[in-house]
């Protein structure tokens, strides 16, 4: 398994969106592989590693409707923003678009950050208010989900946000279009969801099944 680990307080983290400081990530070869259970739970994994629509699986994990407070929208231009790489998969000028996603009775279960070609982000966002996944089925577009990248780490932003402590686990993935990328998105979960999903990870004495 490849993994990269990294101290706690490095990198700094971006100001502009709320990036992970990661204490281990993992790309392509972990993600295909899965990880060891004692590492990171089954039913977690389906969550992170799978390319199903985490706003449909949150739905289904709570039994309420997955609703959007859009933090913010911003023009970057052909600003790199401290995206990951495959933001040069995108083309630009991008905007970046942030939220929450919560309960319809307000308990915020993720955080996501994503990058759209600008001129080209009301196609498909026409109604901003909600989920990336409703809106995308509203218009019938097919998809595919591309996971690249596992992270777990701390940021003081989101546990001021998801009012609980870290680390946590987040993920960032391309949705293709038509053989085309359409946006990069990083995710990352609250563990209020242990509520649902059981432990982030299961004990060494459980071995990996």
Do not use: C
Not at 45 to 71: A, F, K, N, W
Not at 116 to 121: I, N, R, T
């Amino acid at each position: 398994m490849t993994a990269t680990f990294t101290p706690k307080d490095n990198p700094t983290l971006p100001a502009a969106w709320h990036r992970l400081t990661p204490i281990w990530q993992g790309g392509e070869e972990v993600i295909q592989q899965s990880l060891p259970h004692t590492h990171l739970a089954p039913t977690w994994q389906m969550l992170l590693l799978g390319d199903g629509s985490p706003t449909r699986h949150l739905e289904l994990l709570t039994g309420e409707p997955t609703e959007v407070d859009v933090i913010g929208m911003s023009l970057i231009g052909m600003d790199s923003d401290a995206a990951p790489e495959l933001i040069q998969a995108v083309p630009g000028p991008r905007l970046r678009r942030q939220v929450w996603l919560r309960t319809a009775s307000g308990q915020r279960l993720a955080y996501a950050s994503s990058w759209w070609e600008a001129s080209h982000v009301d196609e498909y966002l026409q109604n901003r208010s909600l989920p990336i996944w409703a809106s995308l089925a509203r218009l019938r577009t097919e998809l595919y989900r591309d996971v690249r990248g596992i992270y777990y780490g701390y940021s003081d932003a989101l546990e001021s946000g998801f009012e609980v402590a870290g680390p946590f686990w987040g993920r960032h993935y391309l949705f293709w279009h038509h053989g085309q990328p359409l946006t990069l998105i990083y995710e990352v979960f609250s563990p209020y969801l242990t509520k649902y999903l059981g432990p982030m990870q299961l004990s060494s004495t459980n071995g990996k099944v």
